[in-house]
């Protein structure tokens, strides 16, 4: 992991097929907060002050996976909502154990407590935490766990 001399690490905040929807889709589950609220209060957040914040989304899965791969060299983490591609990618989840990126899966909703078929994630195992159920305050957790694992010693 490369780390400029002010310790400012880049972070890729994908999202993925409907979160483009936030905000109208569903805000019983998902809130009231459209993407672009999220975007912006995750960068205004003081975590994200201090690094560099790079976000995407896209409803196609090969436009993740190629996003994924255009920046594997120069990302220091990915925090990553893969909204449905969680429960069927394998090659999403190809592309993050490929990129060889700490990367954090997140999830607005709580999908363990939600349909069966949400309740798998093809991804989880290739990323280092999965955070779930925590609305838009767990792209921040991931935020935060990706500069630690930054900071820790490598070996």
């Excluded at 975007?39 to 409803?59: C, D, G, K, R, T």
């Excluded at 220091?76 to 190809?94: E, F, K």
């Excluded at 195992?125 to 630690?148: F, R």
Aim: with cysteine.
């Amino acid at each position: 992991m490369t780390i400029n001399k002010k310790g400012v690490i880049k972070i890729l905040v994908v999202n993925g097929p409907n979160l483009n929807l936030l905000g109208e889709r569903e805000p019983e589950i998902y809130g009231h907060d459209t993407l672009s609220d999220v975007n912006l209060w995750i960068a205004e957040h003081e975590v994200s002050q201090s690094h560099q914040l790079h976000f995407f989304q896209s409803n196609h899965e090969g436009q993740i996976i190629d996003y994924l791969h255009a920046h594997r060299k120069s990302a220091n983490g990915v925090v990553i909502n893969p909204g449905g591609l969680t429960h069927y990618s394998i090659a999403l989840r190809d592309a993050i154990a490929g990129c060889q990126v700490p990367t954090v899966e997140v999830h607005i909703s709580d999908i363990h407590a939600r349909e069966e078929f949400r309740q798998i994630s093809m991804v989880k195992d290739v990323c280092i935490a999965q955070i779930s159920g925590h609305g838009k305050q767990g792209y921040v957790e991931a935020i935060e766990l990706l500069v630690n694992y930054s900071q820790q010693p490598t070996q």
